[in-house]
């Protein structure tokens, strides 16, 4: 263990430069420099248990290296360090099995994190909130592998390295015909070094530091030729990120910050000027900006009426919650306003969208169920009431980060994101868009077999707006929708009962156009008698029989597809016996269907029932010879219902 390169690393650490510090503590531990990235050596944990007077050195150093890999996110080999301090006894480093666990998780290996998790909540006994955020991680894994088993119909590509070159690159923005991104590519200091300080130590820093700024490009990032170039706003010493353009295109909102121990971060804004360059930013008042705290990651909605951040100011649910303020023409604002428990967690909540047309709000939180650190979320509303949001699922998000959503369309359809899904460290920006999917059938009429133009097709699901179609001359209708999670088909026509099919995401699965079997639809008169074949009774008996409730079924499934007519059940004898004992087993075996239809949900006032006895045969009970007519009396021995209203 070397106390020098342990010195250098804990100041780096302070500093926040996790990757510098990773390092430095892979060197204090006396790992090869030229070993393969951060492997762990072999028989490296025997040689900690061996040399007992430098145990303590060893797992502090292994702990803070575990460390500093996730924090700057290298998920993959902070794992493999996180193995060994699982394992130590000294309570400091109790927490190993959820960080553990939780690299995993964003490692994809989502059963591996559940074992990892619940080992975790049955060791761990400080009352801190972290067993509780393992449950909650638990469901996550749970969440996340169903997702992953099912995908939804998003499509991603990678931006080319002009726009995701070293560094960090993320927050896309889209205005005035140019593709704005924030990167942290490293810039050149020609030489002159910064000094860090921590603790009691300092360290002279000669590397060209990675600073954030804000680029953009006039061609299409999707091409590899687009040209980058740094955007030019005055902040002298300061950082900048997230940019957002006011659609009037006079002004642009960033954050922006200095890069100093408490880096507190501010929203500015800048305008753009006749030379087509920006003035000078200008921080936002104390509307938006509370001393002391961060207002960070604006969005100026596409109607130019509302400003929406994330802030961790008094007031709020959480850490980072989302908040709104009125912009005014001049481009300053109003006071800001939580946007509600509905939509803020007691963890992050980050980075918002809201499309005024959609009345869509898309944004990132680590506060509720997901797949893995920031997921994106969807909520519908006003900004008086949101709807509870929903995960986007796999795989618009991933294991790991998945941030800031920008479209190139009114509608949301395509656009871009930022996500570390493909990163050992670093945000990158995606090209997303969502898919279709094809669903096409056919209607005939149940009796004639024929093609059934005019009906009303409507398609419904939980994910996608409600769509409806006609069917045409031969019987077609056709729907494309955005949503792979089920949706119910309902057709519809006049003297036609309506009929519902549904689809499960299981049988949507791996399809990307779904041809529905042929459809019929029986037609039906009001007050005309329809037999229902195969409703059988127990001797002199009124007990309906299993397969009799199975035919009983099917008329179930009407009443549902058909929610406003109304029925008569109606049971016939046939001679045997008087018509008085006729009538009134004929009484009790069409309330006994009423009855059934009853328990399975169907309101008993949209029924009724009578017995007809033996008074309406529909087949000769005798044969003109006078025998007995077995066939005849099977006949008449029958269940009917006839729609009384509709």
């Not at 900690?48 to 575990?66: C, G, M, N």
């Not at 959503?405 to 050992?424: A, C, H, M, N, Q």
Request: contains cysteine; aromatic residues 12%; neutral net charge.
């Amino acid at each position: 263990m070397t106390t020098d390169n342990k010195r250098v690393a804990d100041v780096y650490f302070i500093n926040k430069e996790y990757y510098a510090a990773s390092e430095y503590y892979k060197r204090a531990l006396q790992i090869s420099p030229d070993s393969a990235g951060f492997v762990v050596p072999y028989g490296f944990e025997k040689r900690i248990q061996e040399e007992s007077p430098r145990k303590d050195d060893y797992e502090y150093a292994v702990f803070q290296l575990a460390t500093s890999l996730r924090l700057y996110k290298n998920f993959k080999d902070a794992e493999k360090w996180y193995v060994i301090a699982n394992g130590f006894s000294n309570p400091k480093y109790a927490l190993s099995g959820y960080w553990y666990a939780e690299c995993l998780r964003a490692n994809f290996k989502f059963d591996e994190a559940i074992t990892a998790f619940n080992a975790f909540v049955n060791k761990y006994n400080v009352n801190d909130g972290y067993k509780e955020k393992a449950r909650t991680e638990i469901e996550s894994c749970r969440f996340a592998l169903n997702e992953i088993k099912y995908p939804r119909l998003f499509k991603l590509n990678r931006l080319p390295a002009e726009v995701n070159t070293a560094g960090s690159n993320y927050a896309p923005a889209v205005g005035n015909q140019t593709f704005y991104f924030t990167s942290s590519r490293p810039v050149r200091t020609n030489g002159k070094p910064e000094v860090l300080s921590g603790g009691n130590s300092r360290v002279v820093r000669k590397d060209n530091p990675y600073i954030n700024a804000i680029y953009a490009t006039s061609a299409k990032p999707e091409s590899p030729d687009a040209e980058v170039s740094r955007v030019g706003v005055n902040v002298k010493q300061m950082e900048v990120a997230a940019p957002t353009l006011h659609p009037n295109g006079g002004f642009m909102y960033f954050t922006a910050w200095i890069n100093k121990e408490d880096k507190k971060r501010s929203i500015y804004v800048s305008s753009r000027m006749a030379n087509n360059q920006w003035s000078d930013p200008v921080a936002l008042g104390g509307e938006i900006n509370v001393n002391g705290f961060n207002s960070m990651q604006p969005y100026i909605t596409k109607d130019g009426k509302y400003l929406i951040f994330a802030s961790d100011r008094p007031g709020g649910f959480g850490k980072y919650d989302l908040w709104y303020a009125i912009i005014r023409p001049d481009g300053t604002t109003g006071n800001a306003m939580n946007m509600g428990d509905k939509i803020n967690t007691k963890e992050d909540d980050e980075a918002p969208y809201y499309n005024p047309k959609t009345r869509k709000l898309l944004f990132s939180s680590t506060g509720r169920i997901g797949i893995g650190g920031f997921d994106f979320y969807e909520s519908e509303g006003d900004f008086t009431d949101w709807t509870t949001p929903k995960n986007m699922g796999y795989p618009f998000n991933s294991a790991k980060d998945d941030m800031y959503f920008t479209p190139t369309d009114d509608e949301d359809k395509e656009g871009y994101i930022s996500s570390d899904r493909e990163s050992l460290c670093c945000l990158e920006i995606f090209k997303i868009r969502r898919e279709t999917l094809t669903i096409s059938g056919k209607l005939i009429d149940c009796a004639t077999l024929k093609p059934l133009e005019g009906a009303t097709v409507t398609i419904t699901g939980a994910d996608f707006t409600e769509q409806t179609t006609t069917s045409d001359q031969n019987g077609m209708y056709r729907f494309g929708i955005s949503s792979n999670r089920g949706f119910q088909v309902n057709a519809v026509k006049d003297s036609y009962f309506a009929k519902n099919i549904s689809y499960s995401y299981e049988q949507l699965a791996s399809v990307d156009t779904l041809k529905s079997a042929e459809l019929c639809l029986t037609p039906f008169k009001v007050n005309k008698p329809i037999v229902l074949n195969n409703i059988f009774y127990e001797f002199d008996s009124a007990e309906l029989t299993d397969s009799s409730k199975v035919t009983l079924n099917y008329l179930y499934d009407l009443m549902v597809d058909n929610k406003n007519i109304e029925i008569e059940l109606g049971a016939h004898t046939d001679n045997i016996g008087t018509e008085a004992y006729n009538l009134d087993l004929s009484n009790r075996r069409a309330k006994s269907c009423v009855d059934y239809l009853v328990s399975r949900g169907i309101a008993p006032e949209r029924m009724t029932s009578k017995g007809y006895g033996f008074s309406m045969p529909v087949a000769p009970n005798k044969l003109p010879d006078g025998k007995d007519n077995p066939e005849g009396r099977a006949l008449n021995r029958r269940t009917e219902f006839k729609v009384t209203k509709k």
